[in-house]
């Protein structure tokens, strides 16, 4: 059984190596009609792909690798399968459509195998073997196109996470963080990394935060800010927690948070009058004006 297995890996080599140009012609023709958006892969490109795979899946079936990792487990078609599912979503193709690009080249493969394989046994046996390698590859086409997917939504919500949380300059040494929603572990990250970065290009000495627009504080968003004003005080700067609603308050209250060691104030007006007082005011004769700048916005 394993002689017969060596033989169909060999007879496979063969053909496709001496039917390329048909193989690939074959392709390109199936990929114009197949696919969603028309002119994306020009009639070249395709050529050049086809003929990628074709050298690839040739050199997989002649080299001393297990059937089951040709298309997973050897660098040269996996990286030729995995470009090709990268570079055809961004030309926004479908992931049907570029798994149906591999079992078309299966297609192609099988119709040659038929005609030059006499051998109905090893004909049998060949297109067993391209049926398992070429779906294989298809669905890593598959699985590359849903990972590049999900990259690409989590960069996403990283830049939306960035917009929703500014750094804005109140005044001289003085910053804040208006925060709206809810302070998850992703968002509060990233309102540190801002906040710090933001203290050490303006050398602030004061960093308002402000929960007006946090629904709700239970022991985790309680946890995140106080993370925050640690690493702002390690920056240098003081923190003031502002927006403390009556209902925050007692919420706070009730689950014994203890925030005696942070600054708070009712309202951001009142957090920019201690902020100030903090910082001295202004120097006198100094320009205040266009003081209020908004900060880290992509």
Same mark, same amino acid.
């Given at each position: 059984?394993?002689?017969?297995?060596?033989?169909?890996?060999?007879?496979?080599?063969?053909?496709?190596?001496?039917?390329?140009?048909? $193989?690939?012609?074959?392709?390109?023709?199936?990929?114009?009609?197949?696919?969603?958006?028309?002119?994306?892969?020009?009639?070249?490109?395709?050529?050049?792909?086809?003929?990628?795979?074709?050298? %690839?899946?040739?050199?997989?079936?002649?080299?001393?690798?297990?059937?089951?990792?040709?298309?997973?487990?050897?660098?040269? $078609?996996?990286?030729?399968?995995?470009?090709?599912?990268?570079?055809?979503?961004?030309?926004?193709?479908? @992931?049907?459509?570029?798994?149906?690009?591999?079992?078309?080249?299966?297609?192609? %493969?099988?119709?040659?195998?038929?005609?030059?394989? +006499?051998?109905?046994?090893?004909?049998?046996?060949?297109?067993?073997?391209?049926?398992?390698?070429?779906?294989?590859?298809?669905?890593?086409?598959?699985?590359?196109?849903?990972? +590049?997917?999900?990259?690409?939504?989590?960069?996403?919500?990283?830049?939306?996470?960035?917009?929703?949380?500014?750094?804005?300059?109140?005044?001289?040494?003085?910053?804040?963080?208006?925060?709206i929603g809810t302070l998850d572990s992703a968002r509060a990250q990233i309102v540190m990394e801002s906040l710090l970065q933001a203290i050490?290009?303006?050398?602030?000495?004061?960093?308002? $935060?402000?929960?007006?627009?946090?629904?709700?504080?239970?022991?985790?968003?309680?946890?995140?800010?106080?993370?925050?004003?640690?690493?702002?005080?390690?920056?240098?700067?003081? %923190?003031?927690? *502002?927006?403390?609603?009556?209902?925050?308050?007692?919420?706070?209250?009730?689950?014994?948070?203890?925030?005696?060691? $942070?600054?708070?104030? *009712?309202?951001?007006?009142?957090?920019?009058?201690? @902020?100030?007082?903090?910082?001295?005011?202004?120097?006198?004769?100094?320009?205040?004006?266009?003081? +209020?700048?908004?900060?880290?916005?992509?």
């Amino acid at each position: 059984m394993l002689g017969d297995m060596e033989r169909a890996r060999g007879e496979i080599a063969r053909v496709i190596g001496e039917h390329r140009d048909r $193989i690939a012609a074959a392709w390109v023709v199936a990929q114009e009609s197949r696919l969603a958006s028309p002119g994306a892969v020009d009639a070249e490109e395709l050529r050049e792909e086809a003929e990628t795979l074709i050298a %690839c899946l040739r050199e997989g079936l002649a080299a001393a690798v297990p059937l089951d990792h040709v298309v997973t487990g050897f660098p040269p $078609i996996k990286n030729a399968v995995t470009d090709l599912s990268h570079r055809w979503a961004r030309l926004g193709v479908s @992931a049907t459509a570029i798994a149906g690009a591999i079992f078309a080249l299966k297609d192609a %493969c099988l119709e040659v195998l038929a005609e030059e394989i +006499s051998d109905i046994e090893l004909r049998l046996e060949a297109t067993q073997l391209i049926h398992r390698l070429l779906d294989a590859a298809g669905l890593l086409t598959f699985q590359t196109y849903v990972d +590049s997917r999900e990259e690409i939504i989590q960069r996403q919500n990283r830049q939306l996470l960035e917009i929703s949380t500014p750094v804005v300059r109140l005044w001289r040494k003085v910053l804040a963080v208006p925060l709206i929603g809810t302070l998850d572990s992703a968002r509060a990250q990233i309102v540190m990394e801002s906040l710090l970065q933001a203290i050490q290009e303006n050398e602030a000495a004061v960093a308002i $935060i402000d929960i007006t627009g946090v629904p709700t504080v239970d022991t985790a968003v309680a946890q995140h800010l106080m993370q925050t004003v640690a690493a702002t005080r390690l920056m240098g700067a003081d %923190c003031i927690l *502002s927006g403390i609603r009556p209902q925050i308050a007692q919420m706070i209250a009730r689950l014994g948070i203890d925030l005696s060691e $942070i600054i708070t104030r *009712s309202s951001l007006a009142d957090a920019l009058t201690a @902020a100030m007082r903090m910082v001295d005011d202004v120097s006198p004769g100094e320009d205040t004006r266009g003081e +209020s700048t908004l900060l880290n916005v992509p």
